[in-house]
C-alpha cells in the first residue's frame, strides 16, 4: 500500500494507489507562509485522510512518495531549492517521516508526472518515453528502460532549459534561446498577442476582444477558422516545440514523446503539424527507429500517479 502526494504552491492532493487505480483521494491547503514544519504536518494530515478514504487502515500503508516542485535531491529526501515557498535544504522527507512513521520518497513533480504517465498512462506500452509538458515553462521527464532518469543528485532532464537558438530570446534563467521560451504555453500566448498587434484584421480579435485576453487557443481557434496570421504563429509555434522534440529525440531516441499541459488538448491540430516537423529533422529514420508523439492521458492525476508508483520503486 502506497500513498502518492502531489504537492503544490496552493494546494497539495493524494491518493492510495490499488492496483492501477487511485482511490481514497484528499486535498489540503498549501501556503508559502507556513514553513517546512507546517507543511510536513499537514502533508501527514493529508495522508492519513487518504488512507480514512480509501477504507484503508494507515497502519497498512507502507511507504509515501511526494511529487515537489523545485530542484529536489531525491537520494537524501530534500527540497534543496523550491522559489515559490522560498526553500532551501529543506528535508522533506525527514519530516514527513517524522509525523507518519512511514518511509518517504521525494522527487520532482515533472519527474513524477512523466513516471505517471508511463506506468499507468500514455507511455505504458513503451520502455523509453519522455514526457514534455507545455505549461507555464516547459518541463518534463525521462524514462529510459523503464526507469526514471533523474542526472547527478537528481539534478537532470531539465529540459526546458536546453538551447535552441544560440543568442536567442532571454529566458529567466538568465540565459538566451531556452526551449521554453518557443515551445511554452506563455511563448505561444505572447506570440499570438503580437500577431494581434499586427493583423488587426485578424480573426484572432474574435476570440479574444482584447489582444490581452489571447490565451493558449486563441491562435489555433482562429487558424480553424481559416485565418492566415493565426496559421503563421500555430506554424511558428510547431517548430520551436519540434526543433526542441528533435534534440531530446536524437539524444535519447525513446519509442514515444508524450505531450502534457494544456495546449496538448488541441490534439491533431498540434500533433500532426508536429509530427511532419520532427519526422523531417530525425538524425536516424521513422523506418529504422521509429517515433511516436502522443497526447498524454492522465491530465492532472498523473503527478499523483507517479509520486505512488516513486514510493513503490524505491521501497
Same mark, same amino acid.
Given at each position: 500500500? #502506497?500513498?502518492?502526494?502531489?504537492? *503544490? %504552491?496552493?494546494?497539495? !492532493? ?20 507556513? *514553513? ?15 488512507? !480514512?478514504?480509501?477504507?484503508? $487502515?494507515?497502519?497498512? #500503508? ?14 537524501? %529526501? ?49 520502455? /523509453? ?5 507545455? *505549461? ?16 547527478? !543528485? ?66 489555433? $481557434? ?27 529525440? /536524437? ?8 505531450? %502534457? ?37 492522465? %491530465? ?16
Amino acid at each position: 500500500m #502506497v500513498i502518492g502526494i502531489d504537492l *503544490g %504552491g496552493m494546494s497539495a !492532493k493524494a491518493a492510495l494507489l490499488d492496483g492501477n487505480r487511485l482511490i481514497g483521494k484528499a486535498r489540503v491547503v498549501t501556503n508559502s507562509g507556513d *514553513g517546512a514544519e507546517k507543511t510536513a504536518e499537514a502533508l501527514a494530515r493529508l495522508a492519513e485522510e487518504t488512507a !480514512k478514504n480509501a477504507g484503508i $487502515d494507515f497502519g497498512r #500503508v507502507d511507504a509515501i512518495g511526494i511529487g515537489s516542485p523545485g530542484v529536489i535531491d531525491s537520494e537524501k %529526501g530534500e527540497v534543496v531549492y523550491w522559489s515559490n515557498f522560498h526553500w532551501e535544504h529543506v528535508p522533506l522527507a525527514a519530516l514527513v517521516e517524522k509525523y507518519t512513521h512511514k518511509k518517504v520518497f521525494v522527487t520532482n513533480d515533472a519527474n513524477a508526472a512523466a513516471l505517471g504517465e508511463a506506468a499507468f498512462g500514455a507511455g505504458k506500452r513503451f520502455r /523509453n518515453s519522455i514526457l514534455v509538458t507545455l *505549461g507555464t515553462g516547459v518541463g518534463g521527464g525521462i524514462i529510459i528502460d523503464g526507469k526514471l532518469f533523474e542526472g547527478y !543528485k537528481s539534478a537532470g532532464a531539465e529540459i526546458g532549459h536546453m538551447v535552441i537558438a544560440r543568442d536567442g530570446e532571454l529566458c529567466t534563467c538568465g540565459r538566451r534561446g531556452c526551449f521554453e521560451r518557443y515551445a511554452s504555453a506563455t511563448a505561444l500566448i505572447n506570440r499570438t498577442r503580437e500577431a494581434m498587434k499586427k493583423h488587426p484584421e485578424s480573426l484572432m480579435w474574435k476570440t479574444a476582444r482584447e489582444a490581452e485576453q489571447a490565451d493558449g487557443r486563441t491562435a489555433f $481557434d482562429a487558424m480553424r477558422a481559416g485565418d492566415g496570421a493565426a496559421k503563421e504563429v500555430v506554424a511558428e509555434y510547431v517548430a520551436g516545440l519540434g526543433e526542441g522534440i528533435v534534440n531530446l529525440v /536524437n539524444l535519447f531516441r525513446p519509442e514515444a514523446i508524450l505531450l %502534457g499541459g494544456g495546449i496538448s488538448a488541441e490534439k491533431d491540430a498540434l500533433l500532426v503539424p508536429l509530427r511532419e516537423y520532427v519526422n523531417s529533422f530525425l538524425y536516424t529514420s521513422m523506418d529504422y527507429a521509429p517515433l511516436e508523439i502522443l497526447c498524454a492521458e492522465l %491530465g492532472n492525476d498523473a503527478g499523483l500517479y507517479g509520486a505512488a508508483q516513486y514510493a513503490l520503486d524505491r521501497k
